[in-house]
């Protein structure tokens, strides 16, 4: 009984994060649009706190009425191309996160645990990871006239790869284990 009452509560909490991920992309996405292209309708300031950092994400952003500061750059300041970069890696994100909260839900859903599609789910949340990893790890930057190029290691998709590349071996093993009880009784 507990089991089911961990599982209710994570299916649950998926459903809430799938919600907050959406909720949250169509603010992001609305107020980029609008203040790109009429920069004055909302007195809403979008700011990028010491620069475009690599990392999940688009970098450190932060919405407020009259709080920039010296090191932040505004978002009515950044030329198209830019922010047309902006957006395109906040869908590729949100395309991942999106995706990735389909495999959990998949998993959570499914009312056989060592089966080969939960196998399958875990190796897909595995590589869709690694590839977060791989986009996490860069951003570049062009602002007054310079490109640069921000570099880090994201540890936390990588860190969810690799536990999903082990769960799916582990799913493996017991996925076979199974099948040999069955063939036995």
Not at 106 to 125: C, G, K, M, P, S
């Amino acid at each position: 009984m507990e089991k089911n009452q961990v599982l209710q509560i994570a299916r649950v909490s998926t459903r809430i994060f799938w919600t907050l991920l959406i909720v949250f992309y169509g603010l992001f996405m609305s107020v980029l649009l609008i203040k790109s292209f009429w920069p004055t309708s909302l007195p809403l300031q979008v700011i990028f706190m010491q620069g475009f950092e690599a990392g999940w994400g688009v970098g450190g952003l932060k919405f407020c009425l009259e709080c920039a500061g010296p090191q932040d750059i505004l978002l009515v300041n950044l030329s198209s191309g830019m922010k047309i970069w902006i957006a395109i890696r906040a869908n590729v994100f949100f395309v991942l996160a999106y995706l990735m909260m389909q495999k959990v839900s998949l998993i959570l859903e499914a009312r056989e645990t060592f089966y080969a599609d939960n196998v399958q789910h875990f190796r897909q949340l595995a590589l869709l990871a690694f590839l977060a990893f791989g986009l996490s790890t860069f951003n570049l930057t062009y602002w007054e006239g310079n490109w640069q190029g921000h570099f880090t290691i994201a540890f936390g998709p990588l860190a969810l790869s690799i536990a999903s590349l082990v769960l799916s071996e582990i799913f493996k093993e017991g996925q076979l284990l199974l099948e040999d009880k069955n063939s036995i009784i």
